[in-house]
């Protein structure tokens, strides 16, 4: 199995910026999608931004501008820059990817989800 676990989250002022980083437990060998989610307060989970294995990259219209998905492939991690942040940004943000996995053996192409990290945005 492989689990996805994120960091960076916390409270920040609006305004300011942070940084989420998703890890995965085994070597990201190939991806068809890695995605950032996020689920407001009372809202569904909708999502933020995406970067396929083509290298092309989506954003909610809400963030362009101001958010930047980026993998890192020596930290075998998938990270989020979010800047400029605002009230509406608040939300738990999930980790998601699309892909296969060396390390301790192969696995193939299945979809994993991280559990998810609160980021809250204070006026």
């Known amino acids: 199995q492989v689990q996805l676990v994120e960091s960076g989250g916390g409270l920040v002022q609006a305004g300011g910026s942070l940084r989420l980083s998703c890890a995965a437990s085994?070597?990201?060998?190939?991806?068809?999608?890695m995605a950032w989610y996020r689920q407001p307060p009372g809202k569904q989970r909708e999502l933020v931004a995406s970067?396929?294995?083509?290298?092309?990259?989506n954003y909610v219209d809400s963030v362009k501008g101001r958010f930047s998905i980026s993998r890192d492939n020596a930290k075998n991690t998938v990270d989020l820059q979010m800047n400029s942040l605002k009230n509406d940004d608040t939300a738990v943000y999930y980790c998601?990817?699309?892909?296969?996995?060396?390390?301790?053996?192969?696995?193939?192409?299945?979809?994993?989800w991280g559990q998810g990290i609160q980021v809250t945005v204070s006026s």
């Open positions: 085994r070597i990201i060998s190939s991806f068809r999608v």
């Open positions: 998601h990817i699309r892909g296969s996995f060396v390390g301790g053996g192969f696995v193939g192409e299945r979809d994993y």
């Open positions: 970067i396929r294995g083509s290298g092309d990259r």
